[in-house]
């Protein structure tokens, strides 16, 4: 969890300037793909679904405040905010999927 949290910070917080450029929409799975993992290694870490759900969320709206008011020549906008709840939610129906095929294999 703590990987995937430093991770998140590098990836939200570089400087503009340091962000490779990529195809249109390449950062929108990027998004999906981080808030996904820490959705994923909460659960895991043993985070119970609705704090995972509620911290997590919180966490998107301040990284994207944060992209506004920071002075790294990053954007914060709402899609991307609702792109990460959404990896959130992955995240979390992932992880319950999984556990309830590794219940089952277990009977």
């Known amino acids: 969890m703590t990987f995937a949290l430093l991770v998140s910070v590098v990836v939200l917080f570089t400087p503009a300037s340091g962000v ?3 195809l249109s929409g390449v950062d929108k799975l ?3 793909a981080l808030f996904t993992l820490l959705a994923v290694t909460a659960r895991f870490a043993g985070t119970a679904a609705w704090a995972v759900l509620a911290l997590l969320a919180a966490y998107a709206a301040l990284s994207e ?3 506004a008011l920071l002075p790294i020549g990053r954007n914060g906008n709402v899609p991307d905010g609702l ?3 959404a990896g959130v939610l992955l995240g979390v129906a992932a992880y ?3 556990r309830r095929l590794a219940v089952a294999r277990q009977v």
């Open 96 to 98: 319950a999927a999984v």
């Open 30 to 32: 990027v998004h999906l």
């Open 83 to 85: 792109i990460d709840v």
């Open 20 to 22: 490779p450029t990529a």
């Open 65 to 67: 405040v944060l992209q």
